[in-house]
């Protein structure tokens, strides 16, 4: 399997702890973050594949969150979770760019499939943009 760096955004301290903890003993390397600004400063730092994002938080809340993470960080792909699921809020989520929207509390292995199936699609992306970068060279330099 892929290496796989998750950054979980929850402002529930007992949460992020539990799926910390969780996720760690399944292989995947997991930064936390309780707050969007915070969520963003990391990703700033630190390579992400992976953002589990929370969609009710005091503040800036997820969709916010996401829109900005897909702003700045547009390779990165984004599961939402929420307890308070909407039709509404998914739906925003989906067209903002989420790669899927999930209940509190989810199962940890319907959440790990969704993390790798993420992964691989943000693999698949990097791999499209290296080999058109190798085209580009390839045909300024004529070969």
Do not use: W
């Not at 997991?30 to 929370?54: N, Q, R, Y």
């Not at 996401?66 to 960080?73: D, P, S, V």
């Not at 989420?98 to 691989?120: G, N, S, T």
């Amino acid at each position: 399997m892929l290496s796989t760096n998750v950054l979980l955004v929850d402002d529930e301290v007992p949460f992020v702890d539990t799926m910390t903890k969780r996720l760690t003993k399944r292989s995947l390397t997991i930064l936390a973050a309780h707050s969007g600004p915070e969520a963003l400063d990391i990703l700033g730092e630190k390579p992400v594949d992976v953002v589990i994002l929370d969609v009710k938080m005091p503040g800036m809340d997820g969709i916010e969150t996401l829109r900005e993470i897909k702003k700045a960080y547009p390779m990165v792909e984004v599961i939402m979770l929420t307890g308070h699921a909407t039709i509404e809020t998914g739906i925003e989520g989906m067209k903002l760019g989420a790669f899927d929207y999930l209940m509190k509390p989810c199962d940890i292995e319907v959440l790990l499939a969704k993390v790798r199936e993420a992964r691989v699609k943000k693999s698949h992306h990097e791999e499209k943009i290296t080999q058109a970068r190798i085209h580009e060279i390839a045909l300024r330099r004529g070969d």
